[in-house]
C-alpha cells in the first residue's frame, strides 16, 4: 500500500566515461535525475533535486581516451572550464540522498535506474565513489538497481516491433524527444521518461 508520507525516490543516472573499462578509465560527465511520487502515486521528475556536470579529473591513474572523446563530443577544454571537482560532485550527491532518504532507511532507500547500467554504468559509479572518497555505492542505494534495457527486452523481445534494445531506439520507438544523444544529461532525461512509460506497463510497486 503506498504510505504517502514515506516513498522509495527513484534516482535514473547516466555517466560519459573516458573509455569502456571503469578500471582503467574515468568518468568524464554525470547525471542524475530524481523521480519522485506525487499525493496520487504517480511518478514525476524533480528538476530542483536533478544534477548534472561535466567531472574534473580525478585519479591520475585513469586514462582518458580520444576515441571516447569523440563519441560524446566532450572537449577537455571544456571539462576544465565547466567541470566541477568531486568534492562539489560528492557535496551535490550526499546533499541529494540526505533530502530523498534522511535517515537512510534500508527500506527507503533510493533505486538507481538508467540504460545498460547492470553490465556498464554501475561499475563505473562504484569505482567512482571509491575514488572519490564517498560511501559505499549500496551503503547509500538500494542493492538492487533496474536496467530499463533489460526491463524493455522482457517485455518486448519476440514480438518484433523493437528492432534494437539501444537507448536511441527505444526513443525512436516510444517517440520521446531528445536534444543533445550520448551526453548525461539528455540521455539520463530520455531513460527517466522511457522508465515511467514502461514502469506503468510492470505496475511498479508504490511503496
Known amino acids: 500500500m503506498f504510505n504517502k508520507k514515506k516513498y522509495t525516490a527513484y534516482i535514473v543516472y547516466d555517466l560519459e566515461t573516458g573509455g569502456m573499462k571503469s578500471e582503467k578509465n574515468p568518468i568524464l560527465e554525470l547525471a542524475f535525475v530524481v523521480l519522485l511520487r506525487d499525493k496520487k502515486g504517480k511518478l514525476y521528475i524533480d528538476e530542483s533535486l536533478s544534477f548534472d556536470s561535466l567531472v574534473i579529473p580525478y585519479n591520475n591513474d585513469l586514462k582518458i581516451e580520444e576515441q571516447a572523446l569523440k563519441v560524446n563530443n566532450i572537449k577537455m577544454k571544456d571539462i576544465k572550464k565547466y567541470g566541477n571537482d568531486v568534492e562539489n560532485v560528492k557535496e551535490v550527491l550526499l546533499e541529494m540522498l540526505e533530502i530523498v532518504n534522511h ?30 572518497g564517498a560511501p559505499d555505492m549500496y551503503s547509500i542505494f538500494s542493492k538492487s538497481s533496474l536496467d530499463t534495457l533489460e526491463l524493455t527486452r522482457f517485455l518486448f ?21 531528445r536534444k543533445q544523444k550520448h ?3 539528455d540521455d539520463a532525461i530520455a531513460t527517466a521518461k522511457l522508465f515511467m512509460l514502461i514502469g506503468n506497463m510492470f505496475n511498479i510497486e508504490k511503496t
Open 103 to 132: 535517515k537512510n532507511e534500508e527500506r527507503y532507500r533510493p533505486v538507481l535506474v538508467g540504460h545498460n547500467i547492470q553490465k556498464f554504468d554501475n561499475d563505473f559509479l562504484q569505482k567512482f565513489l571509491k575514488d572519490i
Open 157 to 177: 523481445e519476440g514480438e518484433n516491433v523493437i528492432k534494437s534494445f539501444s537507448l536511441n531506439s527505444l526513443c525512436e520507438f516510444f517517440k520521446i524527444e
Open 183 to 185: 551526453r548525461a544529461k
